[in-house]
Nanobody, 131 residues
Framework: QVQLVESGGGLVQAGGSLRLSCAAS????????VGWFRQAPGKERECVAA????????VEADSVKGRFTISRDNAKNTVYLQMNSLKPEDTAVYYC????????????????????????WGQGTQVTVSS
């Protein structure tokens, strides 16, 4: 199990930027792949980006490709989601989650949706993009 805490959400105008952080507790954080998920009202939760345990492999959803960047600093036990060119449709609660997913199985956000278990989920942070 790993405990995760998200931060960095807020209200921003369309075209603006935010950086979300996912801070983890535990000495084995570097053995976990991490995904960023979001859920908008009335919609299913979806994975928007994920990163392998070493940071060497990342995947992004088509809807955010070129705008969102996931990265990690294992020395700080933190994963980041840099969100640029935000759109109103990016409005959602954003969650980070971690699980011991082998890097070779991180091939797409769909694969992460399937593989992510319950090893650790954060409480979520609200992102609201105004038009």
């Amino acid at each position: 199990q790993v405990q995760l805490v998200e931060s960095g959400g807020g209200l921003v105008q369309a075209g603006g930027s935010l950086r979300l952080s996912c801070a983890a507790s535990g000495r084995t954080f570097s053995s976990y792949a991490v995904g960023w998920f979001r859920q908008a009202p009335g919609k299913e939760r979806e994975c928007v980006a994920a990163i392998s345990k070493s940071g060497g492999r990342t995947v992004e959803a088509d809807s955010v490709k070129g705008r969102f960047t996931i990265s990690r600093d294992n020395a700080k036990n933190t994963v980041y989601l840099q969100m640029n060119s935000l759109k109103p449709e990016d409005t959602a609660v954003y969650y980070c989650a971690a699980d011991q997913i082998p890097s070779y199985r991180i091939t797409s956000v769909a694969s992460v949706n399937r593989e992510m278990g319950d090893a650790g989920w954060g409480q979520g942070t609200q992102v609201t993009v105004s038009s």
